[in-house]
């Protein structure tokens, strides 16, 4: 191999390490900020508990991201040492990864499981603490649906994003209502899902 092959090897290898480097870099940053913003989430909910946590989390995840990037800015600024660590690419790829995942997880698990009636009958047959008839089975799932304050809780959801309006003590689908509905149905069909669930 000659002297030029060898230079040209060795950079190769230099810009691989840099680019592993970079990437750990990226991945640890953003790693930390999820850690973080989970637990500050989970105090904020503590502290001031939200009527929609969906709505709520995806505004705390943004002010969250922002905060990151001005904090990042500001340490590089600062501190002479975490201007290699601390470019201004591995700032905004981390922010960008970190509110992603904490978005995906926070929909994954808290909203989840704050909605879901799968969620609600586990959670019955938990309390109840033993075998439960198939045919009694009807009662559980009735209370779900008759209890007023699960029903209202869709209901405050539903008229603070515009999709109902109340008139009159009547509940009347909006134009963005309808929308969310037909967007609803082709993803139903795009994804063969029960149709019975999207629009019974």
Do not use: W
Not at 27 to 47: K, P, Q, Y
Not at 70 to 98: E, G, H, N, P, Y
Not at 140 to 147: A, E, N, Q, R, T
Request: charge should be positive; proline fraction near 2%.
């Amino acid at each position: 191999m000659t002297v030029q092959g060898v230079e040209v090897s060795v950079m190769s290898m230099t810009k691989v390490s840099q680019d592993f480097r970079f990437t750990v870099n990226v991945l640890l940053v953003a790693l930390g900020l999820f850690v973080i913003s989970i637990f500050a989430t989970a105090a904020h909910e503590h502290l001031r508990k939200s009527d929609i946590i969906y709505y709520e989390f995806i505004k705390i995840t943004f002010i969250h991201g922002v905060l990151a990037v001005i904090v990042m800015t500001a340490l590089r600024i600062v501190s002479s040492r975490l201007k290699k660590s601390l470019s201004f690419s591995t700032i905004i790829l981390s922010s960008i990864i970190f509110c992603l995942s904490s978005y995906s997880f926070m929909l994954t698990f808290p909203v989840t499981i704050d909605r879901s009636f799968s969620v609600y009958i586990l959670g019955a047959l938990y309390k109840i603490d033993s075998p439960v008839p198939l045919s009694e089975l009807d009662s559980i799932v009735s209370k779900y649906f008759h209890d007023r304050s699960l029903v209202n809780k869709r209901i405050h959801e539903q008229l603070a994003t515009g999709s109902i309006v109340l008139n009159n003590s009547q509940i009347e689908l909006t134009e963005r209502g309808r929308h969310i509905v037909e967007a609803n149905i082709l993803i139903g069909r795009m994804f063969n899902l029960d149709m019975n669930n999207i629009a019974p």
